[in-house]
């Protein structure tokens, strides 16, 4: 299953009455079309607008139906705009308008007797208004799907792409880790070095006769050496930062709407890149802290816009 963005842009363009069977349905002469535009960004739920003309108001609830079904997030925009035949091009008459239009003349004279005859011109302007909305709904639904299909594949493009990014940054964490594991060993091993370094000194300040022994001294700074060691030992925080990495990449693999799920285990990564950084009292440490935490700040940017 893909992994979608709720980034994307679509049109497409349908003639009233041609359907999309029809050839070139961008190029109209002599004909009405609708042009249908959707786009979409980010957001926590999804957030439907449409821009429709009047007469197409009535398609709104179908609209609406056709994006929930194929979009879970994101705001989307969805904007119909019919494009009127120009006022120089004729329109042609079909049998059943020039029929109807003479039953309603009929019953329109036989109503009123003084009532003057349609001319060409204004049988020809009913023509072009007379059935003109129910071909105008028909196309704009037949452009509307071709524009949202359009719309999931651009979301997939994108959210291919972010599944690149996301897991070249899950690589890059995994280096950092494996730098920190082992440098917390050797400040374990120069801090206990420091600690008998300083009772060593203390030892000889206080002279001979003190009333510690050098092997008191010593066992008092290698307890406090391994007191030190379990305060800044990262094992149990790399270690839950590399279940949520194999957890992220099980997701981006497995595909479909995890955008929320993302959410949260970033924040969990985030949690323990900085505790990481509060238990690092070596500048080694630190600096591994912030280029985790940097890589997880680029994560959150780009899981923002996943589905």
Request: glycine letters at 8%; one cysteine or more; aromatic letters at 4%.
């Amino acid at each position: 299953m893909s992994v979608y963005s709720m980034t994307g842009f679509a049109h497409a363009t349908h003639s009233a009455g041609g359907g999309t069977e029809d050839p070139t349905p961008r190029s109209v002469p002599g004909g009405s079309a609708v042009s249908v535009e959707v786009r979409s960004v980010n957001s926590r739920f999804l957030d439907l607008a449409f821009r429709l003309p009047d007469e197409l108001r009535g398609l709104e609830p179908a609209l609406r139906e056709l994006v929930g079904a194929a979009f879970k997030r994101g705001k989307i925009e969805l904007r119909v705009a019919p494009q009127r035949e120009t006022d120089n091009a004729w329109p042609q008459p079909q049998t059943d308008q020039l029929n109807r239009l003479s039953r309603l003349e009929s019953t329109v004279t036989s109503w009123l007797p003084n009532a003057r005859p349609l001319s060409v011109n204004e049988a020809l302007a009913w023509c072009r208004q007379g059935g003109a909305t129910e071909r105008l709904d028909e196309a704009a639904l037949a452009a509307a799907c071709e524009a949202i299909a359009g719309l999931r594949e651009a979301r997939g493009r994108e959210g291919a792409r972010l599944v690149a990014i996301l897991l070249e940054r899950i690589g890059r964490l995994r280096e950092l880790a494996a730098q920190a594991a082992p440098l917390v060993p050797a400040v374990v091993l120069r801090q206990q070095q420091r600690f008998l370094d300083r009772w060593n000194e203390a030892l000889q300040n206080a002279g001979a006769g003190g009333s510690v022994t050098a092997e008191a001294l010593r066992d008092r700074a290698l307890n406090e050496a391994a007191a030190y060691a379990l305060r800044i030992d990262v094992a149990e925080e790399l270690a839950r930062l590399g279940a949520h990495l194999d957890e992220i990449t099980r997701l981006l693999q497995a595909g479909g709407e995890l955008g929320k799920r993302l959410d949260f285990l970033i924040q969990e990564l985030h949690r323990e890149a900085n505790t990481l950084g509060s238990k690092s009292s070596a500048l080694e440490l630190t600096n591994v802290s912030v280029e985790m935490k940097v890589a997880i700040e680029q994560m959150r940017e780009q899981v923002q816009n996943i589905e």
